[in-house]
């Protein structure tokens, strides 16, 4: 390597640095390449530790005391620059120790829901589950998002040209599972793109279960009225009823209504040979979007959820590439979406986000996703709830 800093943060920086506001590790020779590492003093958000990793044309917002989520990402388009992300209600970056996830209706983890990038996980995802007594056993959406990152570790790499920020977050409790996802975020030193790797480990002597969904979310500018998602199917299917009333228009975003109810589309999605596919969210003057590549190997079910309320309410778009649908654990189970691993077995889980910047791009993104649908010339598109993909 002609010019390699490696840099690694042990837990006693940590706590010596708790106080501190910023932290600034720029690039020796790069322009624009930098991290900053930021702690957020007031409020809600006292603790949380957040990170900015940036080339010349994007910005990634990293937050590891919520589980290595992403927050937001910042792109250049010309001399404007595109916030990509979404107006949460929950206007502040939450420490997790301020989030009621056992609150009585299950619905706590809504308390801290604002981030671009939200992983749902890992015993468990989906709808908020009761036992027979009433009892809530499994909250809205599991805990990973709410559980903060150790062994954070930061690298320049010039020999691959790429930033690195790796963080570990352990999910564990006696006689139950014992998970640790190893998330590290890639950006390189040129372009507007960037990618995730997630590795999650049993590290229990006994067999472990597994659920995981990306709830990645994006709205104003880039989800709004006009705004068109591209999303390659073998077969899709409405979550509820409300879903069902509007399946032909499910890839079209309308404009915002106080109170709209969210609807939910669950997708069978074409791939090529490899298992590898795309999907796409257009801006409504289609100049701009934003393409996520992954493997339905490693993500064999995917959501598009539509919330598209009033803005100051939250108007949102969630892409969900996913191992089960968001339904209640003991449905998936039932239908055999919970994954098993072994004792010490692991899995591998990659996302590439890519940022389309002008007509030209979009328009190229949108044949390449149309290739992907050509792949399954005979989708099928039901017009009910599918018993065995929604409870």
């Given amino acids: 390597m002609n010019d390699y800093f490696k840099f690694s943060i042990p837990e006693s920086v940590l706590r010596e640095q708790v106080s501190c506001d910023e932290t600034l590790f720029s690039h020796r020779s790069v322009e624009g390449v930098r991290a900053v590492r930021h702690f957020l003093r007031?409020?809600?958000?006292?603790?949380?530790?957040?990170?900015?990793?940036?080339?010349?044309?994007v910005c990634?917002?990293?937050?590891?005391?919520?589980?290595?989520?992403i927050w937001k990402v910042c792109v250049k388009n010309g001399a404007d620059e595109i916030r990509v992300g979404w107006?949460?209600?929950?206007?502040?970056?939450?420490?997790?120790?301020?989030?009621?996830?056992?609150?009585?209706?299950?619905?706590g983890w809504l308390r801290g829901f604002n981030e671009l990038v939200a992983r749902c996980g890992l015993e468990w995802n989906g709808a908020p589950q009761w036992d027979a007594s009433g009892n809530l056993q499994f909250p809205l959406h599991g805990m990973i998002q709410n559980t903060p990152a150790r062994a954070l570790r930061l690298e320049f790499d010039d020999?691959?040209?790429?930033?690195?920020?790796?963080?570990?977050?352990?999910?564990?409790r006696l006689f139950f599972n014992?998970?640790?996802?190893?998330?590290?975020?890639?950006l390189p030193y040129d372009g507007a793109t960037f990618r995730?790797?997630?590795?999650?480990?049993?590290?229990?002597?006994?067999?472990?279960?597994?659920?995981?969904?990306?709830?990645?979310?994006?709205?104003?500018?880039?989800?709004?009225?006009?705004?068109?998602?591209?999303?390659?199917?073998?077969?899709c299917a409405p979550r509820n009823d409300t879903a069902a009333a509007q399946m032909q228009t499910r890839l079209e975003y309308l404009p915002p209504q106080v109170g709209r109810p969210e609807t939910c589309y669950y997708y069978d999605l074409a791939a090529d040979e490899n298992g590898d596919t795309a999907v796409f969210l257009q801006n409504p003057?289609?100049?701009?979007?934003?393409?996520?590549?992954?493997?339905?190997?490693?993500?064999p079910c995917f959501c598009q959820w539509k919330c598209e309320q009033a803005r100051d309410d939250g108007y949102v778009t969630g892409l969900e590439p996913a191992i089960n649908f968001p339904n209640n654990r003991d449905f998936e189970k039932a239908h055999g979406r919970v994954a098993r691993l072994e004792s010490k077995e692991s899995r591998a889980f990659h996302l590439c986000f890519s940022f389309r910047r002008g007509a030209d791009e979009v328009a190229r993104e949108v044949e390449r996703i149309n290739a992907?649908?050509?792949?399954?010339?005979?989708?099928?598109?039901?017009?009910k709830p599918l018993e065995d993909w929604a409870n």
């Fill in 42 to 57: 007031d409020g809600v958000s006292a603790g949380v530790e957040v990170w900015e990793i940036s080339n010349a044309d």
């Fill in 60 to 69: 990634v917002w990293i937050v590891p005391t919520r589980g290595m989520g």
């Fill in 87 to 107: 107006n949460s209600p929950v206007r502040d970056l939450i420490n997790p120790q301020n989030v009621p996830l056992f609150q009585p209706d299950g619905l």
């Fill in 159 to 172: 020999e691959k040209r790429e930033i690195r920020l790796s963080g570990v977050v352990r999910e564990a």
């Fill in 178 to 186: 014992a998970l640790e996802l190893t998330s590290t975020l890639t």
């Fill in 196 to 235: 995730t790797t997630d590795v999650v480990e049993n590290t229990s002597a006994a067999p472990g279960e597994l659920e995981l969904l990306y709830h990645i979310n994006v709205g104003n500018p880039v989800a709004d009225e006009g705004a068109r998602a591209f999303i390659p199917f073998k077969r």
């Fill in 285 to 299: 003057t289609a100049d701009f979007g934003v393409a996520l590549d992954f493997n339905k190997k490693e993500f």
């Fill in 372 to 383: 992907l649908q050509a792949l399954s010339p005979s989708p099928i598109l039901e017009t």
